[in-house]
């Protein structure tokens, strides 16, 4: 029997003259977890947020909306300062943000429990102690004094679970919780909610993008679309019969498809016996600690027209094995770039064989310049490798670039901020491929993109190596991007490498018990 906790009804939310969400009326059983879900822009966290009162002034919050036995139309300033935090707790995308980098990790949950439980000194410390065990975080007494950047990011998501727990709150609200998480650290933090949800009989609403998540972890499902809800049901029965033409196509997103085969032929890039270590810093009156090796001796290659796959945990070495391939980290070992030596190369000569080989970054908002217009951030790799090159060419080679990742060239004169995730990437794309290279470094280029959106950056980037012959080396988590994306996958873990193979043959009989672990948090089977 439904135990209603939040109740909104014909929720309408506007800023100024612009409506967001229409008319929205959703429930949230005590017990249970109810996914929002849709892609960006669709009014899934503003919903949220005008729910709990938390959007700007500019904001037009209308309809009905209740906690239990609570109006919340009807609460004071005060009255919403003792509900959040206290009845209701929130766990939002990126911790790093979230987090104040200015005081430590216990100081910061503790701030919760003074603020609502009147708890301070030893007996507040205690209880963070407590809590950090609850959302078993490793040795919890030692985060307690390390500040935010000091510990991973599956950590420092269980930290924001355990300040929301923290006056064990009756609702729950998720907003992309996993976001850019592996897919192990993704089942865990997902799992350790379901089990507080349940220890607490709490009730839930999870946000997300991510319908594979949706499947395994929420009772139901309630989709949304330009702000108006498409439908409401439990996720078995919406999975199986959507009634909806935007949930058919969402639940269609999933990438598809295989990159074209490649000739035989010498390697375009080889690596032999790369590695990268790091060295501890010394303690004062300490003997020097050993090095760490971030990423141990391997071998590597890719072909011209391959996409080389490199997937595994955060802190497997993926990132850091890319960024010495590029020179930009330091490293030992041969690597060897159409038939020259990268790494006895430095100053000039280097220089000019970096317009061979580009990058595309994780957060394209983060990799783009906000002060420059588009036409400037792409061609600014442009001008410098050819600077004889004339005005009216590289305004030509411009305009050509952003037609071929999809992008109208009259948005040349826009900010980055003035475009979407998906468009941003593809402008990343753009700044990269301008110059012609042979070799595309793409780390995580699809993780925090929507499932109909990485579909598209996905078939963007196989037509582009199709037409242009570019191989790639493409990072990721995202197990089904990969088989999409890789004709051979390597699985690294803490620098080393697990195994490595054809890409289909590596994700269908794995060699390796990690991979397996892998595969197993991915389900890949079952998100096909």
């Excluded at 906790?5 to 014909?10: A, G, I, P």
């Excluded at 976001?179 to 865990?188: I, N, S, W, Y």
């Excluded at 960024?323 to 000569?349: N, Q, S, V, Y």
Aim: aromatic letters at 4%; proline letters at 6%.
């Amino acid at each position: 029997m439904s135990d209603p906790l939040l109740q909104l009804h014909d929720l309408t939310i506007a800023f100024d003259q612009v409506t967001v969400v229409e008319r929205l009326s959703l429930t949230v059983n005590r017990g249970e977890t109810l996914a929002l879900v849709g892609e960006s822009g669709s009014g899934k966290s503003v919903s949220a947020l005008g729910a709990m009162n938390l959007l700007p002034p500019n904001a037009r919050v209308e309809g009905e909306r209740r906690l239990g036995d609570t109006d919340l139309t009807t609460l004071s300033a005060r009255g919403w300062r003792g509900m959040r935090g206290a009845r209701v707790g929130f766990v939002f995308q990126e911790p790093m943000t979230s987090l104040n980098p200015l005081h430590p990790i216990g100081k910061q949950i503790g701030e919760t429990l003074g603020l609502h439980q009147g708890l301070t000194g030893k007996a507040a410390r205690a209880r963070t102690r407590e809590l950090l065990e609850q959302v078993k975080l490793p040795r919890a007494a030692e985060p307690l004094d390390a500040w935010p950047h000091q510990i991973s990011g599956g950590q420092r998501q269980r930290v924001m679970i355990a300040m929301a727990i923290a006056n064990n709150p009756e609702l729950l609200i998720a907003d992309e919780p996993t976001t850019a998480l592996d897919v192990t650290v993704q089942q865990e933090i997902l799992a350790l909610l379901a089990e507080l949800r349940d220890q607490h009989h709490m009730g839930m609403l999870f946000i997300t993008h991510d319908l594979n998540l949706v499947r395994r972890h929420a009772d139901r499902i309630c989709v949304l679309y330009q702000g108006k809800e498409q439908e409401t049901g439990p996720v078995a029965d919406v999975f199986r019969s959507p009634r909806s033409p935007y949930t058919r196509s969402l639940l269609a997103a999933e990438p598809e498809g295989r990159p074209e085969g490649i000739a035989a032929g010498a390697p375009l890039l080889a690596a032999r016996r790369l590695s990268v270590s790091f060295q501890r810093p010394k303690r004062l009156f300490s003997p020097r600690p050993p090095a760490f090796e971030a990423v141990k001796p391997m071998d590597l290659h890719i072909a011209p027209g391959e996409t080389l796959g490199i997937v595994g945990e955060s802190g497997s070495g993926k990132t850091t094995l890319a960024l010495a391939i590029l020179r930009l980290a330091p490293c030992r070992g041969e690597i060897d770039f159409g038939g020259k030596r990268l790494d006895l190369m430095t100053g000039k000569a280097l220089r000019r064989q970096r317009r061979r080989f580009q990058v595309v970054f994780q957060d394209p908002y983060g990799s783009l310049s906000p002060r420059l217009p588009v036409s400037e951030i792409i061609s600014e790799g442009l001008r410098f490798h050819y600077p004889a090159m004339e005005e009216a060419e590289v305004v030509r080679r411009v305009q050509a670039t952003l037609l071929e990742v999809g992008l109208p060239a009259d948005c040349a004169s826009r900010y980055p901020h003035e475009f979407s995730g998906g468009q941003r990437q593809r402008i990343a794309v753009a700044r990269a491929i301008i110059l012609e290279p042979e070799l595309l470094v793409l780390d995580e280029p699809t993780s925090a993109l929507d499932r109909t959106v990485q579909k598209q950056l996905v078939e963007l980037l196989r037509g582009l190596q199709a037409r242009r012959g570019l191989s790639y080396l493409f990072i990721s988590h995202d197990l089904a991007v990969v088989r999409a994306m890789a004709h051979r996958v390597m699985v690294l873990k803490d620098g080393e490498v697990m195994e490595e193979g054809d890409c289909l043959q590596v994700l269908k009989n794995p060699r390796s018990g990690y991979t397996r672990a892998l595969l197993e948090a991915a389900d890949l089977d079952r998100a096909r």
